[in-house]
T-cell receptor
Framework: DSGVTQTPKHLITATGQRVTLRCSPR?????VYWYQQSLDQGLQFLIQ???????AKGNILERFSAQQFPDLHSELNLSSLELGDSALYFC?????????????FGPGTRLTVL | AQTVTQSQPEMSVQEAETVTLSCTYD???????LFWYKQPPSRQMILVIR??????QNATENRFSVNFQKAAKSFSLKISDSQLGDAAMYFC???????????FGKGTRLHILP
């Protein structure tokens, strides 16, 4: 158990819908990362937040957005869902920003878009 | 842009034998980190081993060791005395000193034969 929690574990929804994935980082960790794991694209970095502020952006679609709240939990919002958005979404956290800090991964949220 | 390539989609090894998973990467940077992550059927991403590019000595963690060839941009993982619990998807990954995102290869699925 990494100490990072993600809810829900599974999510099944329809095309065109909007969903919110939630992540609680390890206690004391200020930095949160979101990754998408899909069959065709593999594991890709989406976005990073550090202490409430967006720090880095990767291959995140405009239909997707994220935020980090004052209690440091983070939410990833996916809207106008398409079949291709079906994937495993991981959240990771680290104590601080900076590449020397290990990222601890949560168990993931499996999103299925029908 | 940095890329990570794992040329072996699947591999099999007999229990108690040794297996080597290959990884090559491309970067123009001189300072970076390399990782091997394990993803068992539970989907949890588990850090197996980490190598700092500025260190010439190859990292080892119990039965896991790497062969890091910086000039060749090669980073292979050797698993000795393979155990049934080693069966998983293994991802090679790269992280720059300049930012926090992790870039993953496509993965190698390792089967352990009893």
């Amino acid at each position: 158990d990494s100490g990072v929690t993600q809810t829900p574990k599974h999510l099944i929804t329809a095309t065109g819908q909007r969903v919110t994935l939630r992540c609680s980082p390890r206690s004391g960790d200020l930095s949160v990362y979101w990754y998408q794991q899909s069959l065709d694209q593999g594991l890709q970095f989406l976005i990073q937040y550090y202490n409430g502020e967006e720090r880095a952006k990767g291959n995140i679609l405009e239909r997707f957005s994220a935020q980090q709240f004052p209690d440091l939990h983070s939410e990833l919002n996916l809207s106008s869902l398409e079949l291709g958005d079906s994937a495993l979404y991981f959240c990771a956290s680290s104590v601080d920003a900076g590449s020397h800090n290990e990222q601890f991964f949560g168990p993931g949220t499996r999103l299925t878009v029908l | 842009a940095q890329t990570v390539t794992q040329s072996q989609p699947e591999m099999s090894v007999q229990e108690a034998e040794t297996v080597t998973l290959s990884c090559t990467y491309d970067t123009s940077e001189s300072d970076y980190y390399l990782f091997w992550y394990k993803q068992p059927p539970s989907r949890q991403m588990i850090l197996v081993i980490r190598q700092e590019a500025y260190k010439q000595q190859n990292a080892t963690e119990n039965r896991f060791s790497v062969n890091f060839q910086k000039a060749a941009k090669s980073f292979s993982l050797k698993i000795s005395d393979s155990q049934l619990g080693d069966a998983a998807m293994y991802f090679c990954a790269y992280r720059s000193f300049r930012d926090d995102k992790i870039i993953f290869g496509k993965g190698t699925r390792l089967h352990i034969l009893p």
